[in-house]
C-alpha cells in the first residue's frame, strides 16, 4: 500500500538510526490501533498508546516520546487538560492535537495551540471514516513528520502551561 502512494514512504530521516517517537491518546481503539499501524509503517516508532489522558501524562516520563498526538475528547482527563501536564513533564515534546471539525472543538484547539501545542489535526467524524480516508492518513503521517522541525513554543506558552499544570 505504501508503494502506491509515495507521500506515505518513509522518509530518509525516518529511517535513521533514531527514529521520531511518539505516543498516541485517543479513547477509540479503532483510532489508536489504525494510527498507531500508520505511524510504524511511515518508519516512525509508536512507544506507547493511551486511552485517556490521565495514562498518556503517566506514560511521558515513561516512553519520552518526541512527539504526542492528543485527543481532545477523552474520559478522565481530556486533551486540554493532559496538555499542560505533558509539556510540564517534558517541555520539549510536540503535541499535535486531533479531534473532530466541530465549532466547540476548534475553539479548544486554537486554546489548545495557545497553550503550547504545535499543531492540529481534524479528525474525520466516525471511526468508518477515519479507517476510509487517504487524505487523513496522509495528513496525520506528514504532521507526525514535521512536528519535530515545528517552532518552538514561545515563552508565554511555557508560561501558560506551567501554570495550568498547577
Not at 508503494?3 to 485517543?26: E, G, H, M, Q, R
Not at 486554537?110 to 487524505?135: F, H, I, Q
Not at 507526525?144 to 495550568?164: D, E, Q
Request: with cysteine; net charge positive; glycine share 4%.
Amino acid at each position: 500500500m505504501l508503494a502506491a502512494n509515495p507521500s506515505l514512504a518513509p522518509k530518509p530521516w525516518a529511517t535513521a538510526s533514531v527514529p521520531i517517537k511518539v505516543l498516541i491518546a485517543d479513547d477509540s481503539a479503532v483510532v489508536r490501533g489504525l494510527v498507531a499501524r500508520w505511524i510504524g509503517e511511515a518508519g516512525f516508532t509508536v512507544v506507547g498508546t493511551a486511552s485517556n489522558g490521565r495514562i498518556a501524562v503517566e506514560m511521558m516520563t515513561r516512553h519520552d516520546p518526541d512527539v504526542v498526538l492528543l485527543d481532545i475528547d477523552m474520559p478522565e482527563l481530556d486533551g486540554t487538560e493532559a496538555l499542560p501536564r505533558m509539556l510540564a513533564a517534558s517541555p520539549t515534546v510536540q503535541v499535535v492535537m486531533m479531534s473532530t471539525l466541530t465549532t466547540r472543538n476548534a475553539d479548544i484547539s486554537l486554546k489548545c495551540l495557545a497553550l503550547g501545542a504545535v499543531d492540529y489535526l481534524a479528525k474525520p467524524e466516525s471511526n468508518r471514516g477515519v479507517t476510509t480516508s487517504d487524505a487523513f492518513r496522509a495528513d496525520l503521517v506528514e504532521r507526525v513528520r514535521a512536528a519535530p522541525n515545528s517552532r518552538t513554543r514561545s515563552t508565554r506558552s511555557a508560561r501558560c502551561s506551567r501554570r495550568s499544570a498547577r
